[in-house]
C-alpha cells in the first residue's frame, strides 16, 4: 500500500485524536504559531493557555482545517486535515464564543440544519435528548437573537454535540458569561468528556477554567509552547500557589522554579515580604 | 442557574454513511432548509424578493405602453422592454439571491460553523445555486403573472426557447455569484458591494435594451463572448421576428461551461487563499 493509500484511509480506533509535529503559521511578518509539536491522547481534556495573540485561536483553527499550515502537520485521528478532512469532520465538533448561529431561526431550526449536516440519523429524538440535558426544552422555538449570552453558549454547545463527537474543540467555551452560567457549561463539558471518553482541546486564558477542566495544560507564548504538563505540575514548578500566577510569570517572561527567584530578584524579595 | 448535572450524551447517536451521493445531497438540503427557515421567519424578505421586480415591470411596461403610441416600429413591437425587464430580472436576481445568501452567513457569524461541519465546499456552492433559483421562482413568478394581467405580456410566448434563456442566465448568474463569493471569502464582506455592482457590469455589455449591432465593432466581440447577450439577441428575434436561432443558444450554453468552471476555479482559488491568509478567522468581524 503507498503512503497516499494509509493516508486517506486513516485508522478509525489506533490514531491519536491530535498529532501536531513541527507545526507553523506565519501571516506576513509574524509568526502566529511557531514549530509547535503536542499529541492528544484518547479521552483526555487539554488546555491551550496563553495570553492574546499567544497563536491558541490559529492553533484550534488549524486542526479545523479552518487555517492551511505554512509548515508542520496536522493530524486528526490520522486524517491530515489539510487535505483529508472530510474523512473526520463528523468525529469533531466545534464551539466557540465568537461564531455565532444564525439569529433569525429558532433554536430547534438550527439545531435540525446542523443535525443534517453531521448525518445525525434520528433528527428529532436527538434534539429531544439535548435540550433535556442542556435545559434547552424551553428555549427550542425561540430565535437564536433572542437568547442571553449564557442561553447562546448551551444552544452551541448543544450543537457542538449533536453527533456526539469524540473531539471536541472550544475556543474560549464560556467567554462574556457570568461565574454561575461559565460554571455550569463547564461541568456539563466535563461531564460529557468522562461519559463519551471524548477529547477536548480547550483554547482559553480562563485560568478557573483550565484549572477545573483541563487534565494538562499546553502553555503558548509568542506562537511557541513554553510549558506542557499538568495544572498541578506547572504549579510547582513554578513554585506558585495557582495556574493564574504560573501565567503571569510566563506572559511577563519570568523563568520557572529556583531560576525564576535567581533572574528576578525583585518578585522574590516582594514574595518573601508578603 | 439550576445544577448542572453532567451531560449524558445516552445512546450515542446514529450517524448516516458521509461519503456519496445522497449524503452530499442530504447536507444539500439541510443548508437549503436553513434558508427556507429564514426566509419564512421574516415577511418582509418575502415581500422584499417580489417588490424590486415588480417595481422594474410597472416601469418598464409603462414605457413600453407609452412608446406603442409612437410610430417605431420597434417599439410597437410587442413586449420587448417588458420580455428584457423579466429576463434580465433573471439574471439580476439569482445572481443576487446566490451572493446575499452567501453574506448572510457572514453577517450571522456562521460560516465558521459550516466551514467545520462535514459539508464540502462544493455542496455549500450546490446550495447556494439550488436556493438561488427557488428564491428567483418565488420573486418571478408573481411579476411574470403580473406582467401577463396588467399589460397583456405573456412570458410564455416565448416558449420553448424560454427554458433555455432561463437556464442560460440561471448559470452566468451562477458564475458571477461563484467569483463574488470567492472575493468576499478572501476580502471580507469589505469586498460586499461587489456582490451588487458586478451584474450591473453586464448590463450595458449583454445588449439588454439593445441589439448587439449598436455597439463598436471591438465592443460587440467582448458582448458576444458573454452568454446573456445571446439570449437578448435571441428574444428580440422572436418577438419581432418570429425568428429562433438555436445555434445561438448552443454557443451560449458552451460559454456558460467554461465561465462555470471559471467561476468554481475562482471560488476554491480565494476559499483556499483566504485559509492561508487566515480570512475565515476574521470573517463577521
Known amino acids: ?274 | 442557574m439550576s445544577e448542572a448535572r453532567a451531560i449524558s450524551v445516552g445512546a450515542t447517536p446514529v450517524l448516516l454513511p458521509q461519503t456519496g451521493v445522497r449524503a452530499a445531497l442530504r447536507r444539500i438540503f439541510a443548508l437549503v432548509r436553513r434558508y427556507i427557515y429564514l426566509l419564512r421567519s421574516s415577511g418582509i424578505r418575502l415581500i422584499e424578493l417580489i417588490y424590486w421586480p415588480f417595481l422594474q415591470m410597472l416601469t418598464w411596461g409603462f414605457l413600453q405602453k407609452y412608446l406603442a403610441g409612437t410610430t417605431s416600429p420597434l417599439a410597437q413591437a410587442a413586449g420587448v422592454l417588458i420580455g428584457s425587464v423579466l429576463l434580465w430580472d433573471i439574471l439580476f436576481r439569482t445572481k443576487i439571491g446566490f451572493s446575499t445568501t452567501f453574506i448572510e452567513e457572514m453577517w450571522s457569524r456562521n460560516l465558521g460553523n459550516l466551514l467545520t461541519s462535514p459539508l464540502r465546499p462544493y455542496e455549500l456552492v450546490a446550495a447556494l445555486s439550488l436556493w438561488s433559483v427557488i428564491r428567483l421562482l418565488v420573486s418571478m413568478i408573481p411579476v411574470a403573472i403580473a406582467a401577463y394581467f396588467i399589460f397583456g405580456f405573456n412570458l410564455l410566448d416565448l416558449g420553448l426557447p424560454l427554458a433555455a434563456f432561463f437556464a442560460v442566465l440561471v448559470l452566468t448568474s451562477w458564475s458571477l455569484g461563484l467569483i463574488s463569493a470567492g472575493v468576499i471569502l478572501r476580502y471580507g464582506l469589505g469586498a460586499e458591494e461587489l456582490a451588487w455592482s458586478l451584474a450591473f457590469l453586464l448590463l450595458p455589455l449583454c445588449c439588454v435594451y439593445y441589439p448587439v449591432s449598436v455597439l463598436p465593432e471591438w465592443l460587440q466581440w467582448v458582448a458576444l463572448a458573454l452568454p446573456p447577450t445571446h439570449v437578448f439577441e435571441g428574444m428580440r428575434s422572436i418577438l419581432l421576428h418570429n425568428v429562433f436561432d438555436a445555434t445561438e443558444l448552443w454557443r451560449a450554453l458552451a460559454l456558460n461551461a467554461i465561465y462555470l468552471v471559471i467561476g468554481y476555479l475562482a471560488f476554491s482559488f480565494f476559499l483556499r487563499s483566504a485559509r492561508v491568509k487566515g480570512s475565515l478567522l476574521q470573517l463577521g468581524e
Open chain 1, 1 to 274: 500500500m503507498t503512503e497516499r493509500q494509509t493516508t486517506k484511509e486513516p485508522s478509525a480506533s489506533s490514531a491519536a485524536p491530535v498529532l501536531v509535529r513541527d507545526l507553523v503559521k506565519v501571516y506576513g511578518k509574524v509568526t502566529a504559531v511557531d514549530h509547535i509539536s503536542f499529541t492528544l491522547e484518547p479521552g483526555t481534556t487539554v488546555a491551550l493557555l496563553g495570553g492574546n495573540g499567544a497563536g491558541k485561536t490559529t492553533t484550534i483553527a488549524m486542526l479545523l482545517g479552518l487555517v492551511v499550515p505554512t509548515s508542520g502537520e496536522v493530524r486528526v485521528f490520522g486524517a491530515d486535515i489539510s487535505n483529508d478532512r472530510d474523512l473526520v469532520a463528523h468525529r469533531l465538533n466545534f464551539q466557540s464564543a465568537y461564531v455565532d448561529l444564525p439569529m433569525r431561526l429558532t433554536v430547534r431550526q438550527n439545531l435540525t440544519v446542523y443535525a443534517g449536516l453531521y448525518g445525525v440519523a434520528d433528527i428529532d429524538s436527538r434534539i429531544a435528548y439535548l435540550a433535556k440535558e442542556l435545559q434547552l426544552d424551553d428555549l427550542l422555538d425561540r430565535p437564536n437573537g433572542k437568547l442571553s449570552a449564557g442561553q447562546k453558549t448551551r444552544v452551541g454547545l448543544a450543537k457542538a454535540l449533536l453527533n456526539a463527537p469524540e473531539l471536541l474543540l472550544l475556543d474560549e467555551p464560556t467567554a462574556s458569561l457570568d461565574p454561575d452560567t461559565a460554571d455550569w457549561i463547564r461541568r456539563a463539558l466535563k461531564g460529557y468528556a468522562r461519559e463519551r471518553g471524548a477529547t477536548l482541546l480547550l483554547a482559553s486564558h480562563n485560568m478557573t477554567e483550565v484549572e477545573r477542566l483541563a487534565d494538562r495544560v499546553i502553555l503558548l507564548d509568542a506562537g511557541q509552547i513554553v510549558e506542557d504538563g499538568t495544572p498541578r505540575e506547572l504549579i510547582e514548578t513554578y513554585g506558585r500557589e495557582t495556574l493564574e500566577e504560573v501565567f503571569l510569570d510566563v506572559v511577563r517572561g519570568r523563568a520557572s522554579g529556583s531560576a525564576r527567584r535567581d533572574l528576578d530578584p525583585p518578585i522574590a524579595v516582594m514574595e518573601e515580604a508578603t
